[in-house]
């Protein structure tokens, strides 16, 4: 069977470098690859005008040209428009599936604008649902305050068109075409109750199939040793986005600290100080005087994410609201004790009390309880990692998911209306 995958991302085979993001689809790549090689891929993301296609593995890699304005005034004018798409992407995009021919085309989310074509084209398609625009847009400057948004309007990044008002905007902008999105494809892959739910209410028509996704290697091949651990430290990935919850984990930390904990040490990664949301944590610590317990690490491979984990007593998920976050399934893999929000898909991954421990979101008051009480308890902990680890070796079987995605495929395919 050929299967041409749209992605946002470009993968290791066409960029020449390791994922830092998006490592579930170069992890289905080559799930594929090895259990299922009677599968041929194309994959078609963004890249540059001109190069040829790439064939390597069970992969021919396809790049669609977008242009870049030229001049920063070009460039800040291009960002203020918060364009989301132009009709020469969609032409180009019907072109990859006319020049690769597949039996079934895979989309990878709806953040980008390749579902508009599913109508458009001759062949079945199925979509992946990753981050679901419509459930994440109201909750974007979730823990903003004034001083935060007037840190934003008085930026040299927002003059340029970037930060997170203008992301705001693009994705508002976004809104109408995600909707056309999920009208125009019958088909999708999702992996928790809030996927389900929130397509059941923008398409009550979509058929839904449940399907996992596989991690990067190495946090198969780890385990968390409660022994091994750094006491007292709590680790977190992240995003500089406001939502994923870093103000409310710092006043956990606060709560913390007031409690006796004098020595707890957050370690962040994937979010920078001198971001936004590093500016409005750094300011609640300065405040609590907690700059000495808070270290940013900045963005890290999974190698580097790997050996975080192993040596922190917890591993805590704040966000306020997320589909189905990898941070956590990663931390889970690894057999790490995790806190999270109880909110979106989490309550899908993680069950109160016995593969991890769940709080109400936003509640910093009993963040800081339960990350109190597994610091505190080294049989609490490791109960809990081993459990995490357990479900989520089985949930996140590369063989498995491979064996199911090409289920997946063939039922689209083979119940494709005809006539």
């Known amino acids: 069977m050929r299967v041409l995958w749209f992605t946002g991302i470009q993968l290791p085979a066409l960029s020449g470098q390791g994922l830092t993001r998006g490592g579930w689809q170069e992890g289905l790549r080559r799930a594929l690859e090895i259990h299922q090689p009677q599968i041929e891929l194309g994959i078609v993301n963004f890249g540059l005008a001109g190069r040829e296609p790439l064939v390597q593995g069970n992969a021919t890699y396809f790049t669609l040209p977008r242009k870049s304005p030229r001049g920063r005034l070009s460039r800040a004018l291009t960002a203020w428009r918060h364009t989301v798409y132009s009709p020469d992407d969609l032409a180009q995009a019907i072109a990859m599936v006319t020049r690769f021919q597949p039996d079934l085309v895979h989309f990878h989310g709806t953040e980008n604008f390749f579902g508009l074509i599913a109508d458009r084209i001759s062949p079945p398609s199925v979509l992946s649902l990753q981050a679901i625009i419509h459930g994440l847009q109201p909750f974007v400057f979730t823990d903003a305050g004034l ?3 007037l840190r934003q309007l008085t930026s040299k990044k927002f003059v340029k068109g970037t930060g997170p008002i203008h992301r705001w905007l693009t994705l508002k902008n976004y809104l109408p075409v995600e909707q056309k999105i999920l009208r125009s494809c019958p088909n999708y892959i999702g992996r928790t109750d809030w996927d389900r739910a929130v397509l059941g209410a923008l398409n009550p028509e979509a058929r839904y199939f449940h399907c996992d996704e596989v991690l990067p290697d190495g946090f198969y091949t780890i385990e968390w040793r409660a022994a091994a651990a750094r006491q007292p430290v709590i680790y977190t990935t992240t995003t500089d986005a406001f939502f994923k919850g870093s103000l409310t984990l710092a006043r956990a930390m606060a709560i913390l600290k007031r409690r006796g904990w004098k020595d707890v040490q957050l370690r962040i990664a994937g979010a920078e100080a001198r971001s936004y949301i590093g500016a409005a944590v750094t300011e609640l610590a300065r405040k609590e005087g907690l700059l000495e317990n808070i270290v940013w690490l900045g963005r890290l491979s999974p190698a580097q994410i790997g ?5 922190a007593g917890v591993y805590v998920h704040a966000s306020h609201m997320d ?4 941070s956590l399934c990663e931390a889970m893999l690894a057999g790490m004790p995790c806190v999270a929000a109880f909110a979106g898909g989490v309550p899908s991954l993680v069950t109160d009390d016995v593969d991890g421990l769940l709080y109400h ?14 610091l505190s308890d080294p049989a609490l902990a490791s109960r809990l ?13 590369p063989r ?18 005809t006539g």
């Open 400 to 417: 498995e998911i491979a064996v199911r995605t090409v289920e997946i495929y063939h039922q689209v395919v083979q119940d494709r209306p």
């Open 323 to 326: 589909n189905s976050p990898n």
């Open 147 to 149: 001083r935060d948004y």
């Open 361 to 374: 979101d936003r509640d910093a008051f009993i963040l800081a309880d339960k990350i109190a009480g597994v």
């Open 385 to 397: 990692g081993k459990q995490a680890r357990r479900r989520a070796l089985t949930r996140h079987d």
């Open 307 to 311: 050996e975080e984990m192993l040596h």
